[in-house]
Nanobody, 119 residues
Framework: QVQLVESGGGLVQSGGSLRLSCAAS????????MGWYRKAPGKERELVAS???????RYTDSVKDRFAISGDVAKNTVYQQMQSLKPEDTAVYYC?????????????WGQGTQVTVSS
């Protein structure tokens, strides 16, 4: 059974930093991509950043130049360094791991970690 375990969320003031970590356990699966989504109250879940097994990164526009994703997809680990945090970054952040094309192959989710940015 695949488990994605997240850590690193918390409460921080505007302008502060946090680092999220995610590690997959119990898996012999090969992921092709790992990343972070977030869900804020009243908003739809959105992709924040992703990292492919080839090292390709992708960011949503609102976090470019502030967030950095890193890790080793082959080793089932991914991190997200978040700097210059804003109140609008407040959300539950979920780690995601994909084994193939989204919607066509299994994907896995972490339990979520709360990030709260106070103004």
């Amino acid at each position: 059974q695949v488990q994605l375990v997240e850590s690193g969320g918390g409460l921080v003031q505007s302008g502060g930093s946090l680092r999220l970590s995610c590690a997959a356990s119990g898996s012999a699966l090969r992921f092709i991509r790992m990343g972070w989504y977030r869900k804020a109250p009243g908003k739809e879940r959105e992709l924040v950043a992703s990292l492919s097994s080839r090292g390709t990164t992708r960011y949503t526009d609102s976090v470019k130049d502030r967030f950095a994703i890193s890790g080793d997809v082959a080793k089932n680990t991914v991190y997200q360094q978040m700097q210059s945090l804003k109140p609008e970054d407040t959300a539950v952040y979920y780690c995601n791991a994909q084994t193939g094309v989204a919607g066509e192959a299994p994907e896995y989710w972490g339990q979520g970690t709360q990030v709260t940015v106070s103004s």
